[in-house]
């Protein structure tokens, strides 16, 4: 059976994540503090999001959703489950397949989430592997007065082709990014005119960010977008994320500007 969690029920909800939410199944960044976490769930239901309650044969699951209704896309942001994981999640998929059939959908789990991990594994969802995600902290690192160099819009169909052909089958495509709503700068390197290279950044004022997308035509002009990347988001950014493949060459790189393994990660849609 699966309700659909209201304000009302939000601290039987809190309650329950913080019972569980303990080792190979403790949800990636779900705050610790009891009043924080309600707080975040309560925002997540302002903006439209999602939240599940799910029980069946004595097991129990809450699903946390970023829900974009408008681009049929849904992200699980935080599972948590006590009992039969097949059971729960049985459940869950066969609710969205009926309420949100078009929906694109995408969870990101920890390494160390391996009962769930195995779960989409044995239902064959869509996966590019784990990934390495680094960081680099940007604590007493100052703001330089040299300019930031942005994409414009004159550069918006070259950016659009590259982009589009290097970076496929992913949400933020070319369109997405260029939305003036998208929560991104881009930034770009250019020689003679001519676009040789862009990083694009989370810009949300937050305490730590992530480049989602950084393409160089040589190691030099990716460690320049990487330097520019860490400028555009100071002063309020403590730390700075990026997120590597499995096919990725550039760890050695990373590592040499000061970047260090955070966590190891995979992805899986449908």
């Given at each position: 059976?699966?309700?659909?969690?209201?304000?009302?029920?939000?601290?039987?909800?809190?309650?329950?994540?913080?019972?569980?939410?303990?080792?190979?199944?403790?949800?990636?960044?779900?705050?610790?503090?009891?009043?924080?976490?309600?707080?975040?769930?309560?925002?997540?239901?302002?903006?439209?999001?999602?939240?599940?309650?799910?029980?069946?044969?004595?097991?129990?699951?809450?699903?946390?959703?970023?829900?974009?209704?408008?681009?049929?896309?849904?992200?699980?942001?935080?599972?948590?489950?006590?009992?039969?994981?097949?059971?729960?999640?049985?459940?869950?998929?066969?609710?969205?397949?009926e309420e949100y059939p078009d929906f694109?959908?995408?969870?990101?789990?920890?390494?160390?989430?391996?009962?769930?991990?195995?779960?989409?594994?044995?239902?064959?969802?869509?996966?590019?592997?784990?990934?390495?995600?680094?960081?680099?902290?940007?604590?007493?690192?100052r703001k330089e007065p040299k300019k930031?160099?942005?994409?414009?819009?004159?550069?918006?169909?070259?950016?659009?082709?590259?982009?589009?052909?290097?970076?496929?089958?992913?949400?933020?495509?070319?369109?997405?990014?260029?939305?003036?709503?998208?929560?991104?700068?881009?930034?770009?390197?250019?020689?003679?005119?001519?676009?040789?290279?862009?990083?694009?950044?989370?810009?949300?004022?937050?305490?730590?960010?992530?480049?989602?997308?950084?393409?160089?035509?040589?190691?030099?002009?990716?460690?320049?977008?990487?330097?520019?990347?860490?400028?555009?988001?100071?002063?309020?950014?403590?730390?700075?994320?990026?997120?590597?493949?499995?096919?990725?060459?550039?760890?050695?790189?990373?590592?040499?500007?000061?970047?260090?393994?955070?966590?190891?990660?995979?992805?899986?849609?449908?």
């Amino acid at each position: 059976m699966i309700k659909l969690v209201d304000a009302l029920m939000l601290e039987e909800m809190v309650t329950f994540i913080d019972t569980h939410n303990l080792g190979a199944k403790e949800i990636r960044y779900m705050e610790k503090n009891h009043s924080s976490m309600k707080k975040r769930l309560q925002n997540r239901l302002d903006k439209g999001g999602l939240l599940l309650r799910v029980e069946e044969d004595n097991s129990i699951g809450y699903i946390e959703c970023m829900l974009l209704e408008e681009e049929s896309y849904m992200q699980l942001v935080s599972l948590c489950i006590d009992g039969d994981i097949d059971i729960v999640l049985d459940q869950t998929f066969a609710y969205f397949k009926e309420e949100y059939p078009d929906f694109e959908i995408d969870i990101v789990l920890s390494k160390k989430n391996e009962e769930y991990i195995q779960y989409f594994l044995d239902q064959n969802f869509d996966s590019t592997g784990f990934e390495q995600m680094m960081v680099i902290s940007l604590q007493g690192k100052r703001k330089e007065p040299k300019k930031v160099d942005k994409l414009s819009k004159e550069d918006y169909e070259i950016f659009s082709q590259i982009h589009d052909q290097i970076f496929k089958n992913v949400y933020w495509t070319s369109e997405r990014l260029l939305d003036k709503d998208a929560p991104f700068l881009i930034m770009v390197h250019k020689e003679k005119d001519k676009l040789l290279g862009y990083s694009v950044c989370s810009n949300k004022g937050r305490s730590e960010e992530e480049i989602y997308f950084l393409y160089g035509e040589s190691k030099e002009i990716k460690e320049h977008l990487l330097i520019r990347s860490m400028q555009a988001v100071l002063p309020t950014c403590k730390n700075l994320l990026y997120l590597l493949d499995q096919s990725s060459n550039m760890q050695p790189m990373l590592e040499a500007m000061g970047f260090q393994e955070k966590e190891t990660i995979i992805t899986f849609s449908m």
